[in-house]
Each structure stands twice: as C-alpha cells, then as structure tokens.
C-alpha cells in the first residue's frame, strides 16, 4: 500500500513540475524550423475600383512566390467613388472586389460608417473576410459583426490580429454622428493593453489600426509586446518602414497606390525576423482580366456618366471647388450665407470640360441633407470660428460673403465683408450647411434649423443644370 501511495505521489510531482514548466499562456509553435508568413496590406482605398485588377495582378504574381500570402485593409474601403457608393446595395462593387482577390481581415475605418448600421452589416455579410475593430463597443440588439480580434494560422504560425479605429476629440470616429448613436468608443491606447494575453498565446501579434500614423507609433511605444502595427486612416506612405521600440509601424498610403509587403520569420514561436517593402500598384502594367471586365461593367452606368455642365476652365484646387458646392447650396436654398466644411471635399481638382452626374458625387460623396438656421450675425461670426476650430484650424468654404480669420488661441475674430453690403452683427441671415456641420459645429440660432430635404449633391446637380457652364479657376473666399 505504501508503494502504491509513493507511485501516486510521483506521478502527481511530474504533472505539476511539467505544468510549471509549460505553463498556459505560453506560445504554442508546432513549427521546429524557420517559417515565412507573407502579408500583403493596405489601407484607405475609398473605393478606388479602377486599380484594382492592377492590385489583383501584384496579389497573384506574390502568390506565385509566397503561396500561403495573407491579404490585409487597414479600413476605408469605401468612400470616394460614386460608383460604389451609390451601388444599390452600396459598398456592394467595393466588398466584391476584395472577396475576388481573396482580402484575409479588413479594420473597421471611419468611413465605413458612413453607411447607417444595416448597410454596414450587409456589407460585412457579403464580406468573405471578418471586420475587426476591438475598441467600438456594439450592443447584442443590434447584430452588428465586427469582431474585436482573429486568430489565424498560416503555416502553423498562429497570428493574432486587433482591430484599432481613430476617435476625435469628441470620442467618434471621423463620420457622421447619426450613424454613431447606437455604439459607443474607446481610445485604443486604453483597450489595447487588455489584449496583451495573445501575445503570450500566438506566435505573431500584429495590431490592425485605422489610428493614423502618429498614433500608431505611440501605440508602439506604450505596447512592445506588438510584432507589427500595420495602419490606416492618416493616408501615409511609409516608404522605408521601420520598427519602433522593437515594433514594424507600415502604412501606404492610400486609394491602391501603393501596397506594403511584409515578412516575419518565425521559429520555435519567436519573430526572429522581420521587414516591409513598398510595392508601387498604380504604376504596374499588368492586369487582372477578369477583374477589369467586372469593373467595366460597375462602371457602365449611363446616370452617372450624364454630363450636366461644362467647366470653362479646370478646377485646380479644393478652395475653388468649394465655392462652387456653397453657390450651389446657397442659390438652390435661398439662403443669405452657405458654408461647406473642408473635409467635405473630397477631391483636388477637376479637369476642364463636362461635368457629370458621377463628378458631383466624387467631389461629395456623403449624401447630407441641408439645414437653414436664422442667425444673428454676431452668431454667424461665432459660427465660422467654432467651424473655424473644428475644420482643425481651416477656415469652411463659404458662398454670399469673403471672410478672414485672425488672432491665435482663445482670442479669434472674423472679418467678414458680405456679397450684398456691409456685414451687420444685428442683422438676421439665412445660413445654409450640410447636416454634418449642423451636427458636429457649435451652434448658436435664433431657430432650431429647417431641413431642406435635399442633399448637397441634389443642389449641386440642380444648380449645374441651370448654369450649364461654370469658371471658379482662381476664386478664393477665405483666409
């Protein structure tokens, strides 16, 4: 009996000496020899469908050479291209797109909240890949799939992957307030250490972030326990990436231009190496044939090729266009003073000649509804300096008047000279935005505003209509 007891006591020593030994939450590697993983990334595409059998092209030539390849967005597939954004179902060109290249992980970006939250789920459900974002806090009620984290294996190499969206000031995302009232957010430098268990359990950890550069390496700093950082959102090309505090921060840049290749050499579950490459996709020859038949036939639409004006002269920078957007908004409202904040705008230029139903669109892609308030002009010089602060210390489009910012800090004012005559701070003007100013600006009024019912494209058509020609080249209206 007692020899049995001491065989049994044995027995037990060992299992918790091999317990000790081994312990839960270390990494668990099957692979005994060095192992790549390649992956490919990139971030803020808004919608950018016409790059992407040259896109699909690179994926396959890399294919050919690192067969087990992962595909990553760093977020904002959407936005930017009216093509997709209007699709019925919206987003639907984009999603199907990187289902046919074979995307692995997408973040969530700001502007894939720029679909109310049913839209967004259709599109995480026709989404062949997950939708990753660890520090937006979704009720159960709403069946809203997006995944804090994933795991992946590749190789045997077991990846953990976090998804990071940005937060403004305001503590939302970079998107329509209306679409936000139903989640909640928090700063991804306060979740992100409660992930730090899957460094110990993966052989590769790797933060998923529509951050923005910036933030991305301070989230680097805070967190060496990141392999990698590979971000979105800030639109930067990170030409030669590098690692900081031991961490690998990419990002590139944005719209498809560019792609940034990593490859992480594992062994025994330890990164024992790692490195990025830029890859330049906009300047590739070759393309995806099947993919350019499917983008011509997305593209093949005759209401969005309509040409409803012509431009006189090219349009060279967004000032210029956003006095164009204001008239229109101002004209179409019947209102004294239009403004249009600068994010707004979504492109640079526009070339001399037509103008389509589909430019109006990329200009404006957000489909916001335009409010009038009654405002004193003393609350009209508040207004465009709270704007003022807001637009991050640019100064909002404006149609009906000239105005200048000036003094630093606490103490602005703005110099205002009317289309029509001397400003007056007693006087009563009619002022016309879009709903995302009305929502996310400071306002004070005499009137709580009064819809219009139309969005701001729905006065920019209807105004080129009428004017049939437009010149805005060299027009300026703010300082």
């Given at each position: 009996m007692k020899r049995f007891l001491f065989f049994i006591v044995t027995i037990c020593l060992v299992v918790l000496c091999g317990c000790e030994s081994n312990p839960v939450?270390?990494?668990?590697?099957?692979?005994?020899?060095?192992?790549?993983?390649?992956?490919?990334?990139?971030?803020?595409?808004?919608?950018?469908?016409?790059?992407?059998?040259?896109?699909?092209?690179?994926?396959?030539?890399?294919?050919?050479?690192?067969?087990d390849l992962l595909v990553f967005s760093g977020g904002d597939n959407r936005t930017g291209n009216p093509v997709n954004d209007q699709y019925n179902p919206v987003n639907y060109p984009m999603i199907e797109l990187m289902n046919k290249v074979g995307f692995d992980v997408s973040a969530v970006g700001n502007h894939e909240w720029d679909a109310d939250v049913v839209n967004l789920q259709n599109?995480?459900?026709?989404?062949?890949?997950?939708?990753?974002?660890?520090?937006?806090?979704?009720?159960?009620?709403?069946?809203?799939?997006?995944?804090?984290?994933?795991?992946?294996?590749?190789?045997?190499?077991?990846?953990?992957?976090?998804?990071m969206i940005e937060l403004r000031h305001d503590g939302i995302p970079g998107a329509h307030p209306k679409n936000l009232t139903q989640v909640s957010f928090k700063p991804a430098s306060k979740v992100l250490?409660?992930?730090?268990?899957?460094?110990?359990?993966?052989?590769?950890?790797?933060?998923?972030?529509?951050?923005?550069?910036?933030?991305?390496?301070e989230l680097a700093q805070a967190n060496p326990y990141l392999d990698a950082i590979i971000g979105?959102?800030?639109?930067?090309l990170v030409e030669n990436p590098r690692e900081v505090n031991g961490v690998l921060v990419t990002q590139s840049?944005?719209?498809?231009?560019?792609?940034?290749?990593?490859?992480?050499?594992?062994?025994?579950?330890?990164?024992?190496?790692?490195?990025?490459k830029v890859?330049?996709?906009?300047?590739?020859?070759?393309?995806?044939?099947?993919?350019?038949?499917?983008?011509?036939?997305?593209?093949?639409?005759?209401s969005l090729n309509e040409a409803i004006a012509i431009a006189t002269t090219k349009f060279e920078n967004r000032e210029?266009?956003?006095?164009?957007?204001?008239?229109?908004?101002?004209?179409?409202?019947?209102?004294?003073?239009?403004?249009?904040?600068?994010?707004?705008v979504r492109v640079n230029y526009l070339k001399k000649g037509p103008i389509t139903v589909k430019d109006v669109y990329m200009i404006d892609p957000f489909n916001n509804e335009i409010v009038v308030y009654q405002m004193t002009g003393a609350q009209v010089e508040k207004f465009i300096i709270n704007s003022y602060r807001k637009n991050g210390r640019y100064p909002s489009h404006v149609s009906g008047m000239k105005y200048e910012v000036v003094g630093s800090g606490n103490k602005l004012k703005a110099n205002i000279v009317t289309d029509k005559g001397k400003f007056s701070k007693n006087a009563t003007y009619k002022v016309a935005m879009n709903s995302y100013m009305a929502s996310t600006v400071n306002i004070e009024s005499l009137d709580e505003g009064q819809s219009q019912y139309m969005t701001s494209e729905e006065m920019?058509?209807?105004?080129?209509?009428?004017?049939?020609?437009?010149?805005y080249q060299g027009v300026s209206r703010v300082k």
């Open positions: 939450s270390q990494k668990q590697s099957i692979n005994d020899e060095e192992v790549e993983v390649a992956i490919l990334a990139v971030n803020d595409a808004h919608a950018n469908i016409d790059l992407f059998p040259k896109f699909g092209a690179l994926v396959d030539s890399l294919r050919s050479v690192y067969p599109s995480i459900e026709q989404a062949n890949f997950p939708f990753l974002c660890a520090n937006v806090f979704i009720p159960n009620s709403l069946n809203l799939d997006i995944k804090p984290f994933m795991i992946i294996e590749n190789q045997g190499v077991k990846i953990a992957v976090v998804g250490p409660d992930y730090k268990y899957l460094s110990n359990e993966n052989d590769l950890m790797i933060l998923l972030s529509h951050c923005g550069y910036e933030d991305d390496v979105g959102h800030s639109h930067t840049g944005s719209h498809l231009e560019y792609a940034t290749l990593h490859l992480f050499n594992i062994k025994n579950g330890e990164v024992v190496k790692k490195s990025a890859l330049n996709v906009k300047d590739s020859k070759k393309k995806d044939a099947e993919l350019q038949t499917l983008i011509d036939n997305f593209n093949n639409s005759p210029e266009l956003g006095c164009m957007m204001t008239d229109a908004i101002r004209e179409i409202s019947n209102a004294d003073f239009a403004f249009q904040n600068t994010g707004g920019m058509i209807e105004f080129l209509r009428k004017q049939k020609t437009v010149d």
